[in-house]
């Protein structure tokens, strides 16, 4: 079965920490390359991190520093830590692979929103 579930959103001012975390099917998460995503309104959809299975990163220039994503290969799960957070980073924060396209299937997401 397919499936993805993004969790660990909601609400934080400026300058704060969230974590956020993605349970993934065995059958996407075998796949390797593992990222998350975020689409804020009115705009597309971006990568704004990526974790190799061995543990190798690349982040996008505007979270570099601030994000950190990890993953857990034994529980199918990644995660992305979120720290000095900014009104810009308000979005829906999706994971999937890093191949993911407007096709694939793409869970719920988890909506983050970073107040003033």
């Known amino acids: 079965q397919v499936q993805l579930v993004e969790s660990g959103g909601g609400l934080v001012q400026a300058g704060g920490s969230l974590r956020l975390s993605c349970a993934a099917s065995?059958?996407?998460?075998?796949?390797?390359?593992m990222g998350w995503y975020r689409q804020a309104p009115g705009k597309q959809r971006e990568l704004v991190a990526r974790?190799?299975?061995?543990?190798?990163?690349n982040y996008a220039d505007s979270v570099k520093g601030r994000f950190t994503i990890s993953r857990d290969n034994a529980k199918n799960t990644v995660y992305l830590q979120m720290n000095s957070l900014k009104p810009e980073d308000t979005a829906v924060y999706y994971c999937?692979?890093?191949?993911?396209?407007?096709?694939?299937?793409w869970g719920q997401g988890t909506q983050v929103t970073v107040s003033s």
């Open positions: 999937n692979t890093d191949k993911a396209t407007p096709y694939t299937y």
């Open positions: 065995e059958s996407i998460f075998r796949f390797g390359v």
């Open positions: 974790i190799t299975p061995g543990g190798s990163t």
